[in-house]
C-alpha cells in the first residue's frame, strides 16, 4: 500500500497500453492524483483573486495585509428553479454593494448549479452581471427546447458513452425545460475565462459511498481543473473525468461531459421518486410520439393527458405501441387508476408470440397490478423485448433503455477514476468498483459545506445560502454532525434553531475555536416576508418540484434574495472586521 502521510502521490500517466496496429504508444495528458494539496491552477486563480478581493474591502474602509485577509467561500444550497433563481439574486445584490469581489469561491449544489453553470457560460460575469442577469432571465422566459434538438441530443449520448444513464435522460428531457437551454461546451473550457470571477464548485455525492455509509468519501467535488473525493483527497482531471481508468491509467476515453450533463448529475433529485416518475414518464411518450410524428400540434400539458390509444397511425409499428403501452401503464398506475385496459392490450399483443411457460407468467403477473408490482412487470415486459418485432430504428433502442434505466433506477453511472488503484486514504470498496454513481448531493446535505472545507483551501468565513424549500437549518446541523465524525473543525449550532425553522431571521453567525465563522441567511424570512404566515405563504409559492416560473415569480423572487443581501451588508462587513482582527491577534 502507498504511503499519504508524508507526501502526495502523483500518478501521472506517461502512456497507455501499447497500440495493437504498430505496438507505438502514445502519451496521455490526463493523470490521477492521490493527495490533498490544490492544484496549481487553482492556486493561481485564487492568488490572483486575494488581490481583488484586498481591494474591494479598501472600498468599506477596511484596511488590512494580504496575509491578514479573510478567505471567503460563497455557498449555495439546493431547491431547483428556487435555488438557481435564488443564488442569480444574491450574487447581482452582492455586486450592486461591492461585496461580490470579496468572494474567493463560489460553491453549489443541485438547482444553484444551474445558475452557475449559466453565468460561467460569460467570460468574467461579475464585471458584467447586470446584463448578464438580463439576458439569463429573458432565455427562462422562453419556450421549451424543440423536441426534435431533444431527440438529437439523447440520441448522440446514447451512442457516444459507454453508460448511458437516467441522468441523460432527466437532463435532455426534464432539466433542458427548466433552464431553457442545450449547452453542449465544458466545464474545462472556461479554464481561462473567469479570472476576474469567484473559483466554481460544483458538489455531487458517490451513491455508493452513501449507502455504504462512507461518510469522508461522499463528497465529489467537480472544478473547472480536477474531479475528486474532496476530503480523502484523490481527484482527476477533469477532462478525463468519465473516461476509463484501470490501475490509474486510462485505458478508453470517453466524451467530457457538457455542462447540460453535468447540470443534471449535480440537480437530478428534485423530489421523491413518484414526483421524478410523474415528470419522466410523460415525456419518455412525448420522445416517442414525436419520433412517429404524431404529436402534430399538441401541447407538452396535451400529450400528457391524451390516451395513446386515441393516436391512430401507420407508423405506430408493434413495438413502438407495447413501448407506448407500457409507458401509459406505468403512468396509470403510478396515478392510482385503472390499468386493466392496458394490460389487457399488452397481453393480446404478446400472448400469440410467447410460449406457454411465458405467456403464463405474463398473465400471472398482470392479475395485481400496483407500484410495486409494475417494476417487476415493466422489466419482464423489458426482457421479452426479442419477441416484439422491434426494428432496428435507433429510437426505439433508446426508448428501451430508458424505460429499463427508469425501473432499474440507474443514476449517474460513471467509470471510477480510482480502479484498481492503491490509495491508502481512499476506501478499499471504492478502488475494487469499476464504476460508480454519482447523483444530486441534495439527498444528503443539500448545502455544499465539505468541499470548501479542505484544509488546503483556508477558508475564514463561510457566506451560506440556504434556498432549501422548508428547514433552512436541516443542512447546517447534519454538517456539523458530519463534522464531528470526521474531525473536521466547524462551529456548533444551537439546539434551539428547531423553533425558528418556520420563522427564522435573515442572519445567523455561528463560530468556534480553529473553525470559519459561518455567516447563514435563509431566503424566506422575518424581514423580508413578515411573520409566520406569510413565510408559509412564500415556500408555498415556490415549491421544488414546480416547472417552470413565469416572469412576476422570477422577479419577486430576485427582489427576495437580494434584500438578505441588501439588508445585512453592515453586518457582513462587521464579521469579515472580526475576523480581520482575530487574525491579526
Not at 209 to 226: C, G, M, N, Y
Not at 415 to 427: D, I, K, P, Q, T
Not at 444 to 460: A, C
Request: with cysteine.
Amino acid at each position: 500500500m502507498l504511503s499519504l502521510k508524508s507526501f502526495s502521490l502523483v500518478c501521472r500517466l506517461q502512456f497507455l497500453t501499447a497500440e495493437m496496429s504498430g505496438g507505438k504508444r502514445r502519451k496521455c495528458d490526463c493523470e490521477v492524483r492521490i493527495g490533498h494539496s490544490l492544484n496549481e491552477a487553482e492556486k493561481n486563480h485564487v492568488t490572483s483573486r486575494r488581490e481583488s478581493a484586498l481591494e474591494c474591502l479598501k472600498k468599506h474602509g477596511i484596511h488590512c495585509s494580504l496575509d491578514k485577509l479573510p478567505n471567503i467561500a460563497l455557498l449555495a444550497s439546493g431547491g431547483g428553479e428556487r435555488a438557481m433563481v435564488g443564488l442569480l439574486g444574491s450574487l447581482v445584490a452582492l455586486s450592486k454593494n461591492d461585496l461580490l469581489d470579496c468572494m474567493l469561491y463560489l460553491a453549489g449544489i443541485s438547482g444553484s448549479t444551474w445558475c452557475m453553470a449559466s453565468i460561467y457560460k460569460e467570460p468574467n460575469w461579475s464585471s458584467n452581471l447586470e446584463a448578464v442577469k438580463d439576458d439569463f432571465v429573458q432565455r427562462l422566459l422562453q419556450p421549451d427546447i424543440s423536441f426534435k434538438k431533444k431527440l438529437v441530443t439523447l440520441k448522440k449520448y446514447y451512442r457516444q458513452k459507454d453508460n448511458f444513464s437516467l441522468t441523460d435522460i432527466w437532463a435532455v428531457l426534464v432539466l433542458s425545460k427548466i433552464v431553457k437551454k442545450i449547452d453542449e461546451s465544458t466545464l474545462t473550457s472556461q479554464r481561462s475565462r473567469h479570472s476576474k470571477d469567484p473559483y466554481p464548485i460544483y458538489t455531487v455525492i458517490d451513491m455508493q459511498s452513501r449507502f455504504d455509509q462512507l461518510e469522508a468519501e461522499k463528497f465529489v467535488e467537480i472544478t473547472p481543473h480536477e474531479t475528486g473525493y474532496s476530503i480523502p483527497g484523490a481527484f482527476v482531471d477533469t477532462s478525463c473525468f468519465g473516461s476509463h481508468f484501470d490501475q490509474g491509467v486510462k485505458i478508453k476515453d470517453q466524451p467530457e461531459i457538457d455542462m447540460l450533463f453535468l447540470q443534471g448529475l449535480c440537480g437530478s433529485f428534485l423530489a421523491d421518486l413518484e414526483k421524478v416518475l410523474e415528470e419522466l414518464l410523460p415525456l419518455i411518450k412525448m420522445l416517442m410520439l414525436h419520433e412517429l410524428d404524431v404529436i402534430g400540434d399538441h401541447s407538452s400539458s396535451e400529450i400528457k393527458q391524451t390516451n395513446i390509444h386515441s393516436v391512430s397511425d401507420p407508423h405506430v409499428d408493434e413495438a413502438g405501441e407495447v413501448l407506448l403501452t407500457l409507458v401509459e401503464l406505468n403512468l396509470l398506475v403510478l396515478r392510482k387508476e385503472d390499468p386493466s385496459s392496458h394490460i389487457q392490450i399488452l397481453n393480446n399483443l404478446l400472448s400469440g408470440k410467447l410460449d406457454k411457460e411465458k405467456n403464463e407468467k405474463l398473465i400471472i403477473m398482470s392479475k395485481e397490478m400496483n407500484k410495486k408490482d409494475i417494476k417487476e412487470y415493466t422489466l419482464y415486459i423489458y426482457s421479452l423485448h426479442s419477441y416484439w418485432n422491434l426494428t432496428c430504428s435507433e429510437i426505439w433502442t433508446v426508448i428501451v433503455k430508458c424505460i429499463e434505466l427508469v425501473t432499474h433506477w440507474m443514476w449517474g453511472t460513471t467509470y471510477n477514476f480510482l480502479y484498481n488503484m492503491a490509495a491508502e486514504e481512499v476506501s478499499p470498496s471504492i478502488l475494487k468498483e469499476e464504476k460508480r454513481h454519482y447523483v444530486d448531493a441534495g439527498i444528503d446535505i443539500n448545502s455544499p459545506f465539505l468541499p470548501v472545507l479542505r484544509k488546503e483551501r483556508h477558508i475564514d468565513i463561510i457566506l451560506s445560502l440556504d434556498f432549501s424549500e422548508t428547514d433552512p437549518f436541516k443542512s447546517l446541523i447534519k454538517t456539523v454532525d458530519m463534522c464531528k465524525d470526521l474531525h473536521i473543525d466547524f462551529p456548533e449550532v444551537p439546539n434551539d434553531l428547531d423553533d425558528e425553522r418556520d420563522d427564522p431571521k435573515d442572519f445567523y453567525v455561528f463560530e468556534g475555536p480553529n473553525a470559519p465563522t459561518v455567516i447563514h441567511i435563509p431566503l424566506f424570512n422575518k424581514m423580508n416576508c413578515g411573520d409566520k404566515e406569510e413565510i408559509g405563504k412564500w415556500r408555498k409559492t415556490y415549491k421544488t418540484f414546480q416547472l417552470p416560473y413565469d416572469s412576476k415569480m422570477i422577479y419577486d423572487l430576485l427582489e427576495k434574495a437580494g434584500m438578505n443581501i441588501k439588508d445585512n451588508k453592515e453586518k457582513l462587513l462587521t464579521e469579515i472586521q472580526k475576523v480581520i482582527k482575530r487574525k491579526t491577534s
